[in-house]
């Protein structure tokens, strides 16, 4: 079992629609989670970092974490073609110094 | 305020030969990490270094070798090259990881 695991995909939604992008932990203890977009041939951008239980949002994403679930997960909201990348879930991993370890990643595309 | 910058974008080299990759980190950011993403998967943390000390290192044989400099800048070397090093190398800075990193563009290393 990898430490983080995201769902494969490809994901594709329509545009306009709510994007749902799940990812989940081995390390009980983690304490700082990530969500990087990368674009084809680019590398990864930091998107959005969330610390506690509950909701952050920022803009059209928000991302979620339930750390009793080892969970986590970015919505993106009124998705654009423009969002079509992979997304990439990043946990600083006790077990790992405290190092980011990333998922594999999501491939979105949003469809016009 | 400069990002993260690498050189080079692209090389090619033989099996067995050996390889330097360059790193300079952003303005303020004193950590430098590297990590290895192969083609449909996530990156792989190979090493970080914090003010010129190795701090913490991934699962990589030891041909995977590292310096920083007293500017921060980092170098990745990789000796005795196999076919399967052929990924992209990507450096991130960050200042501490509890808040992500800034990836620099990455180099993409080819072993023929």
């Known amino acids: 079992q990898k430490e983080v695991e995201q769902n494969s995909g490809p994901l594709s939604v329509p545009e306009g629609a709510i994007a749902s992008l799940n990812c989940t932990y081995s390390?009980?203890?983690?304490?700082?989670f990530f969500w990087y977009r990368q674009y084809s041939g680019k590398s990864p951008e930091l998107i959005m970092s969330?610390?506690?239980?509950g909701d952050k949002e920022d803009g059209r994403f928000t991302a979620q974490l339930n750390k009793a679930s080892q969970y986590v997960s970015l919505l993106i909201r009124d998705s654009q073609p423009s969002d079509s990348a992979t997304y990439l879930c990043?946990?600083?991993?006790?077990?790992?110094?405290?190092?980011?370890?990333f998922g594999d990643g999501t491939t979105l595309t949003v469809k016009p | 305020e400069t990002g993260v910058t690498q050189s080079p974008t692209h090389l090619i080299k033989t099996r067995g030969q050996q390889v330097t990759l360059r790193c300079s980190s952003q303005?303020?950011?004193?950590?430098v990490s590297w990590y290895q993403q192969a083609l449909g998967q996530g990156p792989q943390f190979i090493f970080q270094?914090?003010?010129?000390?190795?701090?913490g290192r991934g699962n990589f044989p030891p041909r995977f070798s590292g310096l920083q400099f007293p500017n921060y800048s980092s170098e990745l070397n990789v000796n005795a090259l196999e076919l399967d090093d052929s990924a992209l190398y990507l450096c991130?800075?960050?200042?501490?990881?509890?808040?992500?990193?800034?990836f620099g563009s990455g180099t993409r290393l080819t072993v023929v």
């Open positions: 991130a800075s960050s200042l501490t990881e509890r808040y992500g990193y800034t």
């Open positions: 270094y914090y003010r010129e000390e190795e701090n």
């Open positions: 969330i610390y506690s239980n």
């Open positions: 990043a946990v600083n991993l006790n077990t790992n110094a405290g190092k980011s370890t």
């Open positions: 390390d009980r203890g983690s304490q700082s």
């Open positions: 303005s303020g950011h004193n950590t």
